[in-house]
């Protein structure tokens, strides 16, 4: 006689042998300060927090729906706390990348409160107009250099690390900790039951609400999450520049538009969406950089050929052709007979 036993499968073969390439190219990332130069380390650096700003993004818009072009006023507000907390309250820069998450997270809370009043595109707007008050307020602290903006103190640098290679090596591998840290707490969202309410709130908002999900709760949730990391990242984003002002901190172009870019071209609702597009964007952006403004003009007419080829993206097509899924977030259950 025989008896059917279900199981859980929680993986593929395909996520198995990603999971292990990946642990294999972040052995190789860490290690990059003894065999990258000190350009290919800040260009490495700044992959990976362009990484961090389109998956977290991509969280935002791919799973909530909460389509924001305005989250420059997170990778502004963390790059202004870094500033304040270091040179007026002492911090060491390193607590006060934490120290700006929190700021980030505290302040998502209001702005969430007033901006989910706002639906579809007004929402867009909504979020963009409060960058703009967050450019502006900026602009009036003069105790942070007012609308010219200001440098770190020499003594907060050398807080860093002792010697600029030490300094260069440290803000990398702060780039490399920020993003596996925002992959695993997307990942780990995803694969939670705010993910599956995610999902469903994706799907169709009408059918969620109707299963008892609490939409606001969810999406206010994942906004504040959102939040806090990306004024960690823009954090980090000024720690390497050591400069900041109200037009590089706020700037929709940089760290939204771009952004945008990266996902949208890598495939909007998938983790390895952002992933893809951020190699695709650095691998234009260096090789036609040299071409002034023809370089946008590429830029654009390559993502309008992506969105008419492949609406989903890069990664979307892949997925369509062959289902290859290399994070694995859906559970499969498998009947297997036993005699």
């Known amino acids: 006689m025989s008896a059917s036993r279900y199981r859980i499968v929680q993986s593929s073969a395909a996520s198995r042998v990603a999971a292990t390439l990946g642990l294999i190219v972040l052995a190789a990332l860490v290690l990059a300060p003894y065999w990258a130069g000190r350009s290919d380390l800040r260009l490495l650096g700044e992959i990976l927090l362009y990484l961090s700003l389109a998956s977290l993004w991509n969280l935002l818009a791919g799973y909530a729906g909460l389509v924001s072009v305005g989250q420059q006023a997170f990778v502004g507000l963390g790059g202004y706390a870094l500033f304040g907390l270091t040179i007026f309250g002492g911090l060491n820069p390193i607590v006060a990348v934490l120290a700006a998450g929190v700021i980030g997270g505290l302040v998502a809370?209001?702005?969430?409160?007033?901006i989910f009043r706002l639906r579809g595109a007004y929402f867009a707007i909504g979020t963009w107009v409060m960058a703009e008050v967050?450019?502006?307020v900026a602009a009036q602290v003069s105790a942070l250099g007012g609308g010219s903006g200001t440098s770190l103190p020499t003594a907060v640098v050398q807080s860093i690390a002792d010697g600029r290679d030490a300094r260069e090596a440290t803000s990398y591998w702060l780039a490399l900790a920020m993003a596996v840290l925002v992959l695993a707490v997307i990942y780990a969202v995803l694969r939670s039951r705010k993910g599956l309410a995610l999902t469903a709130i994706r799907d169709n908002e009408l059918a969620a609400r109707s299963l008892g999900i609490d939409i606001w709760?969810?999406?206010?949730?994942?906004?504040?999450?959102v939040g806090a990391l990306t004024a960690a990242v823009g954090a980090l984003i000024f720690l390497q520049k050591l400069r900041i002002s109200p037009d590089a901190a706020f700037s929709v172009n940089d760290w939204t538009a771009f952004v945008i870019f990266i996902v949208v071209i890598g495939g909007i609702g998938t983790v390895e969406g952002p992933i893809i597009g951020v190699i695709v964007f650095f691998l234009l952006r260096e090789t036609l950089a040299d071409l002034g403004t023809t370089y946008l003009i590429i830029l654009g007419t390559f993502a309008i050929g992506v969105m008419l080829l492949a609406p989903k993206g890069l990664w979307g097509m892949v997925r369509a052709r062959s289902d290859i899924q290399l994070f694995a977030l859906r559970r499969k259950v498998v009947a297997k007979l036993k005699d």
């Open 134 to 136: 967050f450019r502006l």
């Open 217 to 225: 709760r969810t999406k206010f949730t994942i906004y504040v999450i």
């Open 109 to 114: 809370m209001p702005v969430a409160a007033l």
